[in-house]
């Protein structure tokens, strides 16, 4: 008997163990039924308001949660501002270029639920970055999918942490593999999640090597000038331009029959179609917009698993910028 017990218990330990993966483990899309039922309409109510203020809604809170997962997982360590002698992850260059209404939005719909007694403090702005990032992408008409709850806040957020964490507008597609490959996401989420680029916005320093003497070759010529007239020698610093010159605010598949044309705006872009392990993943999604939408919600799930904190390895926040 002692020693059935003995294998009964190192069979639930084995279970256990197998099953105490820090990401999707813990995560459920009910996770608050019981803590904040309305927390769902609650978040998109906040962020339909700002979005109704701005469309940089849009690609400000998209962008905002990628480079909080690809940095330290999902746990909102993006928004903590530097203060005293710690300079924050905000405040890398790296990330200088967040537009401000991405965190505005996260800070209004934290407001929004902690407004609600039963919700207060109970809700993470982990969470509420991942929801208010699904109906970003859903104001653009984009795709809906359910969202994974239950993520803590992280406890650290340093500028250190950045480094080599974030992919480059010069990187190939090796890089760009290596790089989700680190975060559990392979060639396909790359591909996919690359498309977020069909909504926003990019300043003129970030693909300059394109458009300087001699121009990319891989460029479309027409685009080419057109963007340097839009971006001359010497352009101010804050002038931006469309990511998508066709369909700048619709979540889209125009982003793979922009790179079929030659106008991906980053090295980065363009590559997946230059690149022939990538180009057959862009020519079946720039004419089939279902097959992108569902790739697209399944990286997107992924990406929102990477690093999650639970446990002692987090908290929630009554302040999304700074610890508690």
């Known amino acids: 008997m002692g020693r059935f017990s003995l294998v009964l218990v190192w069979s639930l330990c084995l279970s256990l163990c197998m099953f105490s993966n820090p990401t999707s483990a813990q995560l459920k899309t009910n996770f608050y039924a019981n803590i904040c039922p309305n927390v769902e309409s609650i978040v998109k109510n906040a962020v339909t308001k700002k979005f109704q203020q701005t469309f940089v809604t849009v690609p400000a809170t998209i962008r905002l949660f990628f480079h909080d997962c690809f940095v330290q997982g999902c746990d909102a360590s993006i928004i903590i501002a530097s203060s005293g002698s710690n300079k924050a992850e905000k405040d890398h260059p790296d990330n200088l270029s967040l537009a401000g209404d991405g965190f505005d939005t996260v800070i209004k719909a934290k407001a929004a639920v902690d407004a609600v007694s039963q919700c207060r403090n109970k809700v993470s702005c982990a969470d509420i970055l991942a929801?208010?990032?699904?109906?970003?992408?859903?104001?653009?008409?984009?795709?809906?999918?359910?969202?994974?709850?239950?993520?803590?806040?992280?406890?650290?957020?340093?500028?250190?942490?950045?480094?080599?964490?974030?992919?480059?507008?010069?990187?190939?597609?090796?890089?760009?593999?290596?790089?989700?490959?680190?975060?559990?996401?392979?060639?396909?989420?790359?591909?996919?999640?690359?498309?977020a680029h069909t909504v926003g916005?990019?300043?003129?320093?970030?693909?300059?090597?394109?458009?300087?003497?001699?121009?990319?070759?891989?460029?479309?010529?027409?685009?080419?000038?057109?963007?340097?007239?839009?971006?001359?020698?010497?352009?101010?610093?804050?002038?931006?331009?469309?990511?998508?010159?066709?369909?700048?605010?619709?979540?889209?598949?125009?982003?793979?029959?922009?790179?079929?044309?030659?106008?991906?705006?980053?090295?980065?872009?363009?590559?997946l179609f230059t690149d022939t392990r990538t180009r057959p993943t862009v020519n079946t999604w720039a004419t089939n917009n279902a097959a992108f939408q569902q790739a697209f919600t399944t990286a997107m799930t992924k990406l929102g698993r990477v690093g999650v904190k639970t446990g002692k390895n987090g908290n929630i926040r009554s302040n999304c910028a700074a610890f508690n």
Not at 148 to 169: A, M, W, Y
Request: with cysteine; glycine share 6%.
């Open 201 to 271: 916005f990019s300043h003129c320093s970030r693909f300059a090597n394109r458009i300087g003497n001699p121009v990319d070759p891989t460029l479309n010529k027409t685009y080419a000038v057109e963007l340097q007239q839009q971006c001359p020698k010497n352009v101010a610093p804050d002038i931006a331009i469309n990511m998508d010159p066709n369909t700048p605010r619709t979540f889209d598949n125009m982003y793979y029959k922009n790179l079929q044309q030659g106008k991906g705006l980053f090295t980065s872009d363009q590559v």
């Open 131 to 195: 929801l208010a990032t699904r109906d970003a992408i859903v104001l653009a008409g984009g795709p809906s999918y359910q969202v994974e709850l239950g993520r803590l806040d992280g406890l650290s957020s340093t500028s250190s942490s950045v480094n080599g964490k974030l992919p480059q507008p010069t990187f190939n597609v090796n890089q760009l593999n290596s790089m989700f490959s680190a975060n559990g996401l392979n060639q396909a989420d790359m591909v996919a999640l690359s498309a």
